[in-house]
């Protein structure tokens, strides 16, 4: 019987060191090496039947379907909603919203007519009972433990067989018979690889809740991530109320998809029209405001991207990006100095997306620049004027895709006109300035100063 030996492994990609090493040579993250206990068992040879391959076209059966949650923009993420049997990694920072989240879905199945189970891992029965009044979430039909060991939480899913069930948090799930810590790389590997396998073999949908790194990155091997179905990311910024869903994988349907709550006091609300949630404290003719309409899934939001500028003494002046790339507003801002005349050089600039969200298409290129113009040549920027479209390095600008459908929201909020590429379709509703260059967009804000 081999003996257990002592070794290293990564909590990020999980590969294994004889000894610890301040780098991971595989992934190259930093102080990620973790000691555990490897007890190696004998190989079982295999004694059942060989597998018999079937023709593609001649697989039968069929998916079980989508049964709706009843939150609304967590169905839209899903597709639909939970599939049967399926597992669900759902990850986001301490404080973010996750267990209010998980509590409000087992409510919603418990007032559909369905039985969930909330295993507390890390909070006590009280704990749990006093958020679920404040959420109005009281129900006979949620059921919860307190309990982090893997045999108990697997007895009392298949003692109850609830509609969903809800882990929170897989990382203090621990199985006794492994040698390992709780917490470790083996444990949670181990432990998720159980519960999938019981949601499998005809167990509930399954809801692992998982913390996160201090980059946003789920924490644990990577592998917890290819064993689940469906991993969803719940983030935005905690001074902000609001909270954003999105699916990072999803088996059953699309990933583009984008959920949008709102954490008030009664726990989590649906954000139907966003459009109203970010444009709503929106200061009408300031200067260093614009407005731009954002892709996220089907969905257009409209989202005010500010800037300002600032004269400064010091040899490097600073250029801060918030919600932003910050080296795309490094190109923005030398396409400026050299396409558009804009003087930035002796300037700190400080560009934001309002509101907690973060901006990475390359759509809001031209809302982000006219911004920057506007606060540098205090020409505001229209109030019924959107602005869309990516800027090339010779500060060309260049078409974005789903304009019609962006342009079209724009229009129900009230917009009239838009600063868009010279090769734009034409969309109703909406009235066009095209510009070929972003030295003409800008030339669009410093006539209308020059006129008024």
């Not at 019987?1 to 301040?22: E, H, I, N, S, Y």
């Not at 009239?416 to 509703?429: C, D, F, L, N």
């Given at each position: 019987?081999?003996?257990?030996?002592?070794?290293?492994?990564?909590?990020?990609?999980?590969?294994?060191?004889?000894?610890?090493?301040?780098?991971?040579a595989s992934c190259g993250e930093w102080n990620t090496l973790v000691e555990e206990i490897d007890r190696p068992g004998a190989p079982a040879a295999w004694t059942g039947p060989a597998a018999t391959p079937v023709p593609l076209g001649a697989v039968g059966g069929a998916i079980a379907p989508a049964r709706a949650t009843g939150i609304d923009e967590l169905d839209r993420v899903l597709g639909g909603g939970f599939v049967a049997g399926s597992v669900t990694l759902l990850g986001g920072e301490p404080g973010i919203g996750k267990s209010t989240l998980t509590l409000q879905l087992l409510a919603s199945v418990a007032a559909g007519g369905g039985r969930g189970l909330l295993v507390s891992a890390e909070e006590s029965l009280h704990q749990v009972q006093l958020r679920a009044q404040r959420l109005g979430a009281l129900s006979d039909g949620i059921f919860v433990v307190s309990e982090n060991s893997l045999p108990a939480i697997l007895g009392a899913s298949a003692e109850l067989k609830p509609d969903v069930l809800v882990v929170d948090s897989i990382q203090t799930v621990f199985d006794p018979e492994n040698g390992s810590a709780p917490g470790s790389v083996a444990q949670v590997r181990e432990c998720a690889h159980a519960l999938v396998v019981a949601?499998?073999?005809?167990?509930?949908?399954?809801?692992?809740?998982?913390?996160?790194?201090?980059?946003?990155?789920?924490?644990?091997?990577?592998?917890l991530e290819h064993v689940v179905d469906t991993v969803l990311s719940f983030d935005g910024d905690r001074h902000h109320a609001l909270r954003m869903l999105r699916a990072v994988k999803h088996r059953f349907g699309a990933t583009g998809e984008l959920g949008l709550f709102e954490m008030v006091e009664a726990g989590?609300?649906?954000?139907?029209?966003?459009?109203?949630l970010f444009l709503g404290d929106r200061q009408i003719g300031a200067t260093g405001s614009a407005v731009v309409p954002v892709?996220?899934?089907?969905?257009?939001l409209l989202l005010e991207v500010q800037g300002l500028v600032a004269h400064t003494q010091a040899p490097m002046p600073r250029r801060s990006a918030q919600g932003l790339d910050s080296n795309r507003l490094a190109v923005l801002l030398a396409v400026l100095e050299d396409n558009a005349k804009v003087r930035l050089a002796d300037r700190e600039v400080y560009a934001s997306a309002v509101g907690g969200v973060r901006v990475s298409e390359p759509a809001a290129d031209l809302a982000i620049a006219l911004a920057i113009a506007s606060a540098r040549t205090g020409a505001p920027v229209p109030a019924d004027l959107v602005a869309v479209g990516e800027v090339g390095l010779g500060g060309e600008l260049r078409q974005v895709n789903h304009l019609e459908r962006r342009l079209t929201e724009a229009a129900r909020l009230g917009f009239?006109?838009?600063?868009?590429?010279?090769?734009?379709?034409?969309?109703?509703?909406i009235e066009l300035v095209r510009a070929r260059t972003l030295a003409d967009a800008v030339r669009v804000l410093t006539e209308r100063e020059r006129r008024q």
């Open positions: 019987m081999p003996r257990a030996r002592t070794l290293f492994r990564c909590t990020d990609c999980g590969v294994d060191a004889p000894k610890w090493t301040g780098q991971c949601a499998k073999a005809g167990g509930p949908a399954t809801v692992l809740v998982g913390h996160v790194t201090k980059e946003g990155a789920l924490a644990g091997p990577r592998v989590l609300v649906a954000v139907a029209d966003p459009g109203a892709m996220e899934g089907q969905r257009t009239r006109r838009a600063i868009v590429p010279v090769s734009s379709p034409a969309v109703a509703g």
